[in-house]
C-alpha cells in the first residue's frame, strides 16, 4: 500500500476543538450560546444514531442541543408549525431536520421552510442559489468536510481534474459546485455515464458518493490521485456486518497519492462540519466576525 491515508477521525477532532474555542470565546465576550435544533420525524435507526451522535457532539463543543422526536405519523402542517417556532426562536441558530423524511411529507417544502439563515445543512434552495453563483452561503456538511480533507491534503486545487461520481443534491451536486470554485475542471458522473472506468481514470481527485459496495476498483484509479469516499455500506461480513465505502479501498490505496478510509474518513467530518456551521451561522445572526 503506497497511499496516505487521510485521518478523518484526527481531523474532525481538531475541527471540533476549534468550533469548542469559539463556541467558548462567545459565551465568555458576547454572551452567546450557539444553539442546534435537530428534528427527527419517525423512527429510521440509520437516522436515530445519527441525531444521537449530532446531540452528543452540539452539547461536547459547548453548545446548546435542541432535540425535537416526532411520531412517524405527525403531519406536515405539525411539522411546518415547529420549524417556523424554531426559525422565530432566538437561542436556536442551526436547524436540521434529518432526512429522509417519511414518504407522506414533502421534502422540500420542509426544507425551504427553513430560515435560510438557520439552515446549518445548506439545503434550503436560497443556499444551494448562493452556493452556485459563487456567493457566501451555508455550505452542506459532508462537502465541506471533503473540500477542507482536500484542502488539507493537496493545498491549491486549481486546475485539477476531478470527477464526482454522484449526482445527489446533498453531495454529489454541491460538491461539484465547491470544486468548481476551487478552479477544479469539474466532471458529474452518475448510473447514466458511458465509461466511468475512463472518466475515473484521468481524474486528479476522485470524490466517490454512490451507495454502491466498493463499486469503484482500484485500477480505475490514476497513480497518486487524492480518493474521497463518502459512501457507507453494510455488508456482510461472517455472521456479522461490516462497513465499506464506494471504492475498493485496499486496490485504490496500492495506486492513489491519498485515501479517506471507511468508516474514519468523511463520516466523522461531516458532523464536526454541522458544528463548525452552527457557529457560522450564529456569529452571522449577531453581526459578529466568522471564524475562518
Ligand atoms: P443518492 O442515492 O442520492 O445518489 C447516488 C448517486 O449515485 C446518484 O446520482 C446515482 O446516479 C449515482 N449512481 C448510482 N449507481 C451508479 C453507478 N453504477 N455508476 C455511477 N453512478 C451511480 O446518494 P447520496 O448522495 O445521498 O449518498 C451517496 C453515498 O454517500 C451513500 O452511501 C450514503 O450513505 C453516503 N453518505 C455519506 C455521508 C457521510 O457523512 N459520510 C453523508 C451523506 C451520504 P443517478 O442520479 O443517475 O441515479
Redesign the pocket.
Known sequence: MSAQIIDGKAFAAEVRAKVAGHVDRLKEEQGITPGLAVVLVGEDPASEVYVRSKGRMTVEVGMASFEHRLTADTSEEELLTLVEKLNADPKVHGILVQLPLPPHLDSNLVINSIDPAKDVDGFHISNVGLLGTGQKSMVPC?PLGCLMMLREQLGSLSGLDAVV????N???KPMANLLLGESCTVTI?????KD?AEVVRRADIVVA????PE?VPGDWIKEGATVID????RIPSGEKTRLVG?VAFESAAARAGAITPVPGG??PM?IACLLANTVTACCRANGLAEPE
Not at 458518493?209 to 454502491?212: L, N, S
Not at 463518502?230 to 455500506?233: A, D, F, Q, S
Open positions: 459532508t461520481i454522484g449526482r445527489s446533498i453531495v454529489g458522473a452518475h448510473s447514466r455515464t466511468l458518493a454512490v451507495g454502491r463499486m463518502v459512501g457507507i455500506n464506494d468523511v463520516g461531516t
